[in-house]
C-alpha cells in the first residue's frame, strides 16, 4: 500500500509491503573423493522447503526552501521475523540426516538528504542491520537412530555511518567542474556457538569484530564539443579503505565518451576502475552444514576485488544496439565447492584467485513482426577466463566461448482492455564459471498482463521457469577434484499473480534503494 501527500513547500510519503512465500528445492551430488590414496563415492541428496514472511517500509518527509533546496529526512525498515528452512538429507556413505534452520533479520536505515539547484548535494545516513540464525542437524543411521547431531547459533549485527558531498561549478567556455568525496564507517560484530559431536568437530564459541573505514575524494571535469555531438566526462578518485589491519590506498579513474555525429547514430565509450569488497559474514571464519558430508565456510582472509571495465556501445537509430566490452577482476573473489585433502567433507568457501576476465559482444535486435507482434532479439557471445597459481594447493588457467541467444515476444491481444501475452525464451551454450563446467541450458517464461479502469488497474498472470530447465548440469574435474552437481525439481518454476492500482495523480517517486548486498550469513 502506499500513501502520499503534499503542499506548495511539504511532501510526504508512506509505503508498506507485505511478503510471505514457500519454495521448495533438491540438490543432488556425486563425489567422488579421493583421500589418502582411498576412493570414496559418496551419493547426497538435500530436499529443502522454505518458509518466509517480511515486512517492508518506506517512509520520507521533504522540505522545498525555495531557492536554497530541498531537504527530506527518510526512513527505510526491512523486517523479516520468520525465515525457517526443514530439510532431509540422504547420504550413501554418512547417513541420513535432517537439518532445522530458524531465522530472522532486520534493517533500519535513515537518511537526511540536501539538494539544491546550484550543482551541491550533501547527506548523511545510519544504518543498524541484525541478523539471527539457528541451526539444529541431526544424523541417523538406516534403521533411524540418531549417531550424532549439531547444534549451532550464530548472529551480526552491522552499524554504518555514511556521510557525503557532490559539488559542481561552471568554470566557463563550456567547462564543469565536479568534486566531492564521502566517507563510510562500519562496525560490525559477529558471534557463533556450536555444540557437537559430528565427524572430528569439536564444541565452540566465539566472538569477532570487524571496523571498516573506506573513505573517497574525487574531482572530474565535463565539456561538450561541436554542437554537443561530442561530450566528454573523466575524473580521477583517491580511495582510502581500512578493515582491521588491511590497508589499501588507490587511484581510480572513469572516463566517459559519447560522440554523436548524427540523430541516427551514438558511440559510446566508457572504462571505469573500482573496488568490490565481500560480504561481511564471508570475511569471517564460521562454519555451517548442508549435511552430515557438506558445508560451508568464511574466510577471515579474503580480499577486495580490483575491477576494470570498459565498453564500447554503437546505437542505431535509437532502437539497435551492438556492444562490446571487457571486464577484468583482479583477486577475484571465487566461490566453489572443493574436496578436502584433510578430512571427507565437501566445503564452499569464496577465496580469492588471481584474477578472472570476460570478453564480451552483444546485439540487441527488436523487430516489429506484426501490428500485434513485437520481437526482441538478443545474441550475446562471450570469452570467459579464470586463473588461479593456488586454489587449495591446485593450479588452473581455463577459458572458453560461451554464446547466448534470448527471444523476448509480445502480443498485443486486445486493445480494448489492453490484453498483452509475453514469452520469452533463451538457449545459453556450455560454460564455466571457476573450475565448473555448465552443460548446456535453455529457458522459457510466459505471462499475460491486463490494463484497464483507464489504464489505473494492471492484473498479471505468470510462470517463470515453465519447463525447470533454467539450472544447468555442472561437474567439476580438475586433478584430484571429481565432482557433479543436480538441481533437482521445483527449484526455479514460480508461478504468480499480480494486481496493482493507481490513484488519481500518483506517481512513483525515484528513491535511492538501500545496499543490502554485503548483508546476510
Not at 560490525?188 to 556450536?194: A, V
Not at 564444541?203 to 571535469?221: F, R, T
Not at 569488497?277 to 549435511?291: C, E, K, L, V
Not at 544447468?472 to 514460480?494: A, C, E, T, W
Amino acid at each position: 500500500g502506499s500513501l502520499f501527500a503534499s503542499t506548495p513547500h511539504w511532501n510526504y510519503e508512506f509505503i508498506y509491503k507485505y511478503t510471505n512465500g514457500i519454495s521448495v528445492s533438491q540438490e543432488t551430488t556425486e563425489s567422488h573423493h579421493t583421500l589418502n590414496g582411498t576412493l570414496y563415492d559418496i551419493y547426497s541428496q538435500v530436499d529443502g522447503r522454505n518458509k518466509w514472511q517480511g515486512h517492508s517500509i518506506f517512509a520520507s518527509v521533504g522540505r522545498n526552501v525555495g531557492e536554497k533546496g530541498d531537504i527530506t529526512l527518510s526512513y527505510t525498515g526491512r523486517l523479516n521475523p520468520k525465515d525457517k528452512t526443514a530439510s532431509i538429507g540422504q547420504n550413501s556413505y554418512f547417513g541420513n540426516s535432517t537439518s532445522q534452520k530458524d531465522g530472522h533479520d532486520y534493517l533500519h536505515y535513515v537518511d537526511l538528504t540536501y539538494t539544491n539547484g546550484k550543482g551541491t548535494k550533501a547527506g548523511v545516513s545510519y544504518m543498524n542491520y541484525y541478523d539471527r540464525g539457528l541451526q539444529s542437524l541431526r544424523v541417523t543411521d538406516p534403521e533411524g537412530a540418531e549417531t550424532s547431531s549439531l547444534d549451532y547459533d550464530g548472529s551480526q549485527r552491522v552499524s554504518t555511518w555514511w556521510g557525503y558531498i557532490d559539488m559542481s561549478h561552471n568554470m566557463g567556455h563550456g567547462w564543469t567542474l565536479t568534486y566531492g568525496g564521502n566517507y563510510t564507517y562500519t562496525d560490525t560484530k559477529n558471534r557463533q556457538t556450536q555444540t557437537t559431536d559430528l565427524g572430528n568437530l569439536e564444541d565452540e564459541s566465539n566472538e569477532s569484530k570487524l571496523e571498516e573505514h573506506d573513505g573517497n575524494i574525487y574531482a572530474g571535469v565535463m565539456k561538450s564539443f561541436w554542437d554537443g555531438k561530442l561530450s566528454l566526462y573523466a575524473s580521477l578518485k583517491g580511495n582510502y579503505y581500512k578493515a582491521n589491519d588491511y590497508k589499501k590506498y588507490a587511484l581510480l579513474p572513469t572516463t566517459q565518451v559519447t560522440w554523436m555525429p548524427s540523430q541516427n547514430h551514438i558511440f559510446q565509450l566508457s572504462y571505469v576502475m573500482m573496488k568490490r569488497y565481500p560480504g561481511y559474514w564471508q570475511t569471517r571464519d564460521f562454519a555451517s552444514y548442508r549435511d552430515a558430508y557438506s558445508r560451508e565456510e568464511g574466510n577471515s582472509g579474503l580480499r577486495p576485488e580490483t575491477v576494470h571495465d570498459a565498453t564500447l556501445n554503437y546505437i542505431l537509430k535509437g532502437k539497435y544496439v551492438l556492444q562490446l566490452s571487457y571486464s577484468r577482476y583482479g583477486d577475484c573473489m571465487l566461490y566453489q565447492a572443493y574436496q578436502s585433502d584433510k578430512s571427507l567433507a565437501l566445503i564452499y568457501k569464496s577465496q580469492n584467485i588471481n584474477y578472472s576476465q570476460t570478453l564480451n559482444l552483444t546485439a540487441v535486435i527488436p523487430v516489429t513482426i506484426c501490428k500485434w507482434w513485437d520481437m526482441n532479439a538478443t545474441l550475446n557471445g562471450w570469452w570467459e577466463s579464470y586463473k588461479a597459481n593456488n586454489w587449495n594447493g591446485l593450479y588452473f588457467n581455463r577459458h572458453k566461448w560461451t554464446v547466448l541467444a534470448l527471444l523476448n515476444n509480445t502480443f498485443t491481444l486486445a486493445k480494448k482492455p489492453k490484453l498483452q501475452a509475453n514469452l520469452t525464451a533463451f538457449y545459453r551454450t556450455p560454460s564455466i564459471q571457476g573450475v565448473i563446467d555448465m552443460e548446456t541450458n535453455w529457458g522459457i517464461n510466459a505471462s499475460l498482463r491486463m490494463t484497464f479502469l483507464k489504464d489505473k488497474a494492471t492484473l498479471s498472470l505468470g510462470c517463470d521457469d515453465m519447463f525447470q530447465t533454467l539450472y544447468p548440469k555442472m561437474h567439476v574435474r580438475l586433478d584430484g577434484q571429481n565432482l557433479d552437481f543436480i538441481q533437482g525439481r521445483y527449484v526455479n518454476r514460480s508461478i504468480y499473480v499480480r494486481f496493482s492500482y493507481k490513484i488519481n495523480g500518483y506517481k512513483e517517486r525515484s528513491r535511492q534503494e538501500v545496499d543490502t548486498s554485503r548483508l546476510g550469513m
